[in-house]
């Protein structure tokens, strides 16, 4: 096996796993080293590469066939390619590790329980769909990125999720807003093993003061935190991207079921802002700056 191919396996390996920041700086280094040492060594005729006419076959990549979800996460972030002039600041790769934890942690929650097994008895059968990282960081980017809101927003909250008159926290906590339940946030939250009231049971949503989130407001103990808020940011996004609808016998209600899903980008709008907003997450996934 190849340097390049032992590259690629290690990445599969950690596909739907933390990689750890150090060995993916050191695995890039080794993959883009590799790739000079055989560009050099093409043109100095020290490595013969086959191809039409003999010209040199150089990979451009090492991760062509790496799953989406790892390929852009590693590519684009934690190797340190640059969206856009604004955030290529090593301050903006500060919650990697979580984006890419609980993006696969939602991920294999959602694939195990849902795609091919009952939920409450019902068959659900829906295509799995897996989120791809690289929408939640651009979605932070947006939600909290901008430099002035560096040690605010983008360091409590990145995800926005508890901000005061917002539905998500208050939902995932309590169960209801206003009387309001939703039936798939329901089962979450009597799904013994994720223990989603118990988590957020002592935090507060943030107050609103003279136009900016104040968070000193809240005491420490219960302000929202960046790894409760991007857990539950994903999970947010799960519940806008799911369609529940009724189960009848006859004509009448027995219970409801997921029904069908709507896609990513119907779910970016649903999360925050609508068209203008999905297309922003869009640009900034791509590497074009949303201006």
Known sequence: MSLVDRIKELFRENSYHPVDEERRRFLGNIAYGTLALTTLGSALGLVRCTGRNDSPKIPLSTTNDIPPAVSNIESKVAERLENFEQFNDDAYHLHDTLIIKYTNFWNEY?????????????NLGYKFEALDPMRVKAMIMLESGSPKHRNTAYRYDPMQIANQGDYALAMFRDGQVEGKHEWLIDRL??????RIAQELANIRNTPRDTGVWDYDAVPKPNRINAELSIKYGILWLWTRQIIIGEVKEGEAVAGYAIKNTRGWDIATERYNGGEKYRKNVWRLMNGINPK
Do not use: M, W
Not at 110 to 122: H, L, N, R, V, Y
Not at 189 to 194: P, T, Y
């Open 110 to 122: 959602f694939q195990k329980k849902f795609a091919s097994s009952t939920f409450d008895g019902i």
């Open 189 to 194: 939250r009597e799904d013994s093993n994720l």
